[in-house]
């Protein structure tokens, strides 16, 4: 009790706003959430996703659609801002997404995809807005974390250049990627998409890794996960 | 209200015009030719060449002979036309409509109901005109009446007055030839073989025995001259009902100055268009500037609107586009679109977000101003198997989907747009693949699902079906591959990955 009331003054000098109480909603993360300040997914704030390989950009995609799901369940209209956009409309009616609520922006450049960021942040009658850019300097995820922060839009950046590890101010950073799926008793096919969530960076939280499953409905999370040959630990593959 | 309407004749429209470019013509005979059948036929006549006997229609050369020392000007196909424009938009001044007489290419026709008393009733009106344009150097002749086709037949023809009083047009027809009816040579040619040389021979006798005769449009040229029948006038500026213009006594150069004329007629035409129940869907800001050069920037909404701040938003984006030079001294705002607002009713609590919400809505208008309407999409289900067909694109932001999204099958969360070749081993005929090869990385396939068989839509295109299979490698990334045609044909089936699955 002691320790937990320390824990939310610390939080409370670090400039950490808590939510109120009865707002506090589960996003259905499961354990994830806790990794977070106040044990919240923090929904006004910059989600920042690194995605490489194609296979880690389906993931995340994926991974965002089933947070969209939770998000978008008001009614709330969605962006989608990119240049080279491969999402495949038809999909996110899988993780409950209804597709015809997302609007795409494809534009040819990525100053235009951070325009329109900025736009679509600042404009309260979205739930959330994805980017997908190759690259997000200092000044630019300051900019977004501002206009996040007068709406209360959630943002997705889908970072698809790794290398380049400017720091942003975004408060969490994810790559998630994919595992081999699960099947109930060696049965053939495949089994729900499963993926290695890896937090690396929460602002006011604890860092992690996790072991999830979307579910059909829902993400699930997998409890006995043994050590597997995760895809970020492979070097030197072309980027495609 | 009565409706009135002017018909300005240029007698010599083109003569005129040339004496105005060159006085040094006055006294010298000229004509205009155009070349016709290889040779020069005449198409204007100035009034000294007409004296001799010269005409339209006359050869340049058989002209010459009869007129010593005829100038022969070259004549350009549509001169009249761009003349008649010029005129007209110059004509705006005494009514809003005007109009082009398109039958005789030579003469105005001006819409002028509740005009005229402005200058002090309709004979002060046709002097002011008359007056006007003889000091710019045009000899016209005007007729006021209650249809064009009287005023364009008194103004041609009439002999008495051109004041004809609203409800006598018939009879101020009566005693003119019928070639004021504006009729084409050929019906004119059977009237006259007939000896029908004024109207009031025929225009008693019944409508069947002259359609039978003269045709239905000769009918119709009678009816739109006595005013049974309405004659539509287009208009050379179409009147912008919502239109505000801001003059600078100092020419403005700023960023500032250009944003603070722009919010002011704003807010003028916004108020107005309130009052009205009216929003902009399209605005034309143009900016006339001291080097007499026009700039003009536009914006659209997808929805009406009268907001300030939005519209003002949109014209924000655009300031750039507009080079000040040495300065603007004149803007005008037009809204040339525009629709009926829909107030929606005052929600008690917040309303419900979505697609139609305001502030997307705006959102849209500021990506469209800026980046294009076209980098907007939205998709929709659409009732097709073939994957790439299988959504399409609405047309409007609230268009709903007929059908619903299909979910029995596994579609991947990443398509490419064009399917990519791939070296597969595979066992045959069904199995799906043992490992494939893409951008030179080995895959061993660990886990597999399908075939899933799509048609291609035999009456859209022609080609090789596909086999649908869902592999997942020893990593666990998850592929979309196919094999494009059947294993053992004459044509060569292949393997293709064409999309990632989460």
Same mark, same amino acid.
């Given at each position: 009790m002691l320790f937990q009331k320390l824990q939310q003054d610390i939080l409370l000098w670090q400039g950490f706003k808590p939510v109120s109480a009865g707002k506090a909603e589960r996003i259905g993360l499961g354990e994830i959430e806790n990794s977070f300040p106040g044990s919240v997914f923090p929904k006004k704030a910059i989600h920042e996703f690194i995605t490489v390989l194609p296979e880690h950009s389906a993931a995340s995609d994926g991974f965002i659609a089933g947070l969209l799901a939770v998000l978008m369940e008001n009614g709330a209209a969605c962006v989608w801002a990119s240049t080279s956009r491969r999402l495949f409309?038809?999909?996110?009616s899988l993780f409950?997404?209804?597709?015809?609520r997302i609007i795409f922006m494809d534009v040819e450049t990525e100053k235009d995809v951070l325009w329109i960021t900025e736009e679509a942040l600042k404009c309260e009658g979205l739930a959330a807005v994805v980017a997908e850019v190759n690259n997000l300097s200092l000044i630019e995820s300051r900019r977004l974390q501002l206009a996040v922060e007068s709406s209360g839009v959630t943002g997705f950046i889908l970072r #698809?250049?790794?290398? #380049?590890?400017t720091s942003t101010v975004a408060t969490a950073r994810w790559r998630i990627s994919p595992l081999p799926s699960h099947t109930e008793d060696g049965m053939p096919g495949l089994g729900f998409p499963r993926w290695q969530v890896e937090l690396l960076k929460v602002r006011n939280g604890n860092p992690g890794s996790f072991v999830l499953e979307w579910a059909g409905e829902k993400f699930e999370e997998v409890k006995k996960a043994k050590k597997q040959i995760v895809w970020s630990e492979m070097e030197g593959r072309q980027i495609g | 209200m009565q409706r009135r309407f002017v018909s300005i004749w240029f007698r010599q429209l083109l003569a005129d015009w040339q004496l105005i470019r060159r006085p040094e013509l006055k006294d010298v005979p000229f004509v205009f030719a155009a070349p016709d059948h290889g040779r020069m036929m005449i198409t204007a006549v100035c009034p000294i060449a007409s004296d001799f006997g010269v005409e339209v229609g006359m050869r340049a050369a058989d002209a010459k002979a009869i007129c010593p020392g005829l100038e022969v000007l070259d004549d350009k196909q549509g001169r009249p036309k761009t003349l008649l424009k010029g005129l007209g938009e110059w004509c705006v001044r005494y009514s809003p409509i005007v109009a082009i007489d398109?039958?005789?290419?030579d003469g105005l026709l001006l819409d002028v109901s509740g005009c005229t008393h402005l200058w002090g009733g309709e004979r002060g009106y046709l002097k002011e005109i008359v007056s006007r344009l003889k000091s710019k150097g045009y000899t016209v002749r005007l007729a006021i009446a209650d249809t064009p086709g009287a005023a364009w037949a008194v103004s041609h023809?009439?002999?008495?007055?051109?004041l004809i009083p609203t409800g006598e047009q018939v009879d101020a027809l009566l005693d003119l030839v019928p070639d004021a009816l504006r009729l084409e040579e050929t019906v004119l040619a059977k009237l006259r073989k007939l000896g029908f040389y004024q109207i009031k021979s025929f225009i008693g006798m019944p409508r069947s025995v002259l359609r039978r005769r003269f045709g239905e449009d000769f009918l119709l040229r009678l009816a739109q001259a006595i005013g049974t029948e309405n004659e539509v006038l287009v208009p050379l500026q179409v009147p912008i009902p919502f239109s505000e213009r801001l003059a600078c006594l100092e020419p403005i150069k700023t960023r500032n100055g250009i944003e603070i004329a722009i919010n002011k007629l704003l807010e003028k035409l916004c108020t107005r268009m309130q009052a009205e129940g009216k929003g902009l869907r399209t605005g034309v800001l143009t900016c006339y500037r001291i080097d007499g050069k026009v700039v003009r920037v536009d914006i659209g909404t997808s929805g009406a609107t009268h907001s300030i701040s939005h519209l003002f938003k949109l014209f924000q984006l655009k300031i750039d586009q507009i080079r000040p030079a040495l300065g603007i001294e004149l803007f005008v705002l037009d809204a040339p679109k525009v629709d009926d607002v829909e107030v929606p009713q005052e929600e008690m609590w917040t309303s419900a977000p979505g697609l139609d919400d305001k502030s997307v809505i705006r959102l849209l208008d500021r990506v469209a101003g800026k980046v294009g309407f076209q980098v907007i999409h939205r998709y929709l289900p659409a009732t097709k198997y073939w994957p790439e067909r299988s959504v399409q694109r609405a047309v409007s932001v609230t268009e709903k989907s007929v059908t619903t999204w299909r979910v029995n099958k596994p579609r991947p969360t990443e398509l490419l747009k064009i399917p990519v070749p791939i070296e597969v081993m595979a066992i045959i005929p069904d199995h799906p693949p043992k490992f494939f090869i893409y951008k030179g990385v080995r895959h061993m396939v660990a886990k597999a699902d399908g075939p899933e068989r799509i048609e291609r839509e035999w009456w859209l295109d022609q080609g090789e079906h596909r086999d649908y299979y869902q592999v997942e490698d020893e990593q666990g990334g998850r592929y979309w591959l196919f094999r494009s045609g059947h294993y053992g044909s004459d044509n060569k089936y292949k393997w293709f990955i064409h999309g990632f699955f989460a």
């Open positions: 409309p038809a999909s996110l409950n997404v209804e597709p015809e #698809k250049d790794e290398n #380049k590890t | 398109e039958f005789g290419m023809y009439g002999k008495v007055t051109p």
